[in-house]
């Protein structure tokens, strides 16, 4: 899957590598997101990770959501 980053940031394409969630307790967990993409001189990553409270079963619409 491509997605552009912000044209601010001076990159064409990105490509997402990575979705996970890891949990801390039953509903509660961290949404990581690990990109990679190149920058016309060199490969570099950014990971962002965001806090989620979902009920069982609703994590795969919550991770196509974003």
């Given at each position: 899957m491509n997605t552009p980053l912000p044209l601010s940031v001076g990159?064409?394409?990105?490509?997402?590598?990575?979705?996970?969630?890891?949990?801390?307790?039953?509903?509660?967990?961290?949404?990581?997101?690990?990109?990679?993409?190149?920058?016309?001189?060199?490969?570099?990553?950014?990971?962002?990770c965001i806090p989620v409270i979902v009920e069982e079963g609703k994590i795969c619409s919550l991770i196509q959501e974003y």
């Open positions: 990159v064409d394409e990105s490509r997402i590598i990575e979705i996970g969630v890891k949990g801390v307790s039953p509903g509660a967990g961290i949404l990581r997101i690990d990109i990679v993409y190149y920058d016309g001189a060199e490969e570099r990553n950014v990971t962002l």
